[in-house]
């Protein structure tokens, strides 16, 4: 979570960035357009927020607009900062997973490695084995001549 709240959004041209979510406040924001509206500087802007409206519309009814689209863009930045913490999350889980996995890996390898080693020994003890039963059945042989 402290990743994302200093989360740093690259900007095209003419898109607004916020540089950290945290400061970012509804009420601020508002009682900035207010401050900006009575000192009539919002009216300037207005053309471009409000598709199709120019100075018709009072004061009043731009700030109501202009609030209700900025509950609409924080609640989609609150949505955005949602998902962003969770896919933090879920990917700390697959990092954790996969180290886990590695470390797995790791271990099944030596014991592949010890079991192979094991393998390799026991076919020289059977092979070795092998020769004295070879060995000693041709004693055995010889030994039965001798007695007949």
Same mark, same amino acid.
């Given at each position: 979570?402290?990743?994302?709240?200093?989360?740093?959004?690259?900007?095209?041209?003419?898109?607004?960035?916020? &540089?950290?979510? !945290?400061? =970012?406040?509804? %009420? $601020?924001?508002?009682?900035?357009? @207010? #401050?900006?509206?009575?000192?009539?500087?919002?009216?300037?802007?207005?053309?471009?927020?409000?598709?199709?409206?120019?100075?018709?519309?009072?004061? &009043?009814?731009? !700030?109501? =607009?202009?609030? %209700? $689209?900025?509950?609409?863009?924080? @609640? #989609?930045?609150?949505?955005?900062?949602?998902?962003?913490?969770?896919?933090?999350?879920?990917?700390?889980?697959?990092?954790?997973?996969?180290?886990?996995?590695?470390?797995?890996?790791?271990?099944?390898?030596?014991?592949?490695?010890?079991?192979?080693?094991?393998?390799?020994?026991?076919?020289?003890?059977?092979?070795?084995?092998?020769?004295?039963?070879?060995?000693?059945?041709?004693?055995?042989?010889?030994?039965?001549?001798?007695?007949?």
């Amino acid at each position: 979570s402290s990743k994302i709240r200093n989360l740093e959004v690259r900007s095209a041209d003419d898109v607004a960035v916020l &540089e950290d979510c !945290i400061d =970012f406040s509804l %009420a $601020k924001t508002s009682s900035k357009m @207010e #401050e900006k509206s009575e000192r009539g500087g919002l009216l300037d802007c207005l053309d471009d927020n409000i598709p199709g409206v120019g100075h018709e519309i009072g004061a &009043e009814a731009q !700030i109501r =607009f202009l609030k %209700a $689209k900025l509950r609409v863009t924080q @609640e #989609e930045l609150d949505s955005a900062v949602y998902e962003c913490r969770k896919t933090a999350d879920e990917n700390q889980n697959l990092k954790s997973q996969l180290k886990h996995t590695e470390e797995e890996n790791t271990r099944l390898q030596r014991t592949i490695s010890v079991q192979h080693s094991q393998t390799e020994k026991y076919k020289m003890m059977l092979q070795d084995a092998n020769k004295k039963s070879e060995r000693l059945q041709q004693e055995v042989i010889a030994l039965q001549k001798v007695l007949q």
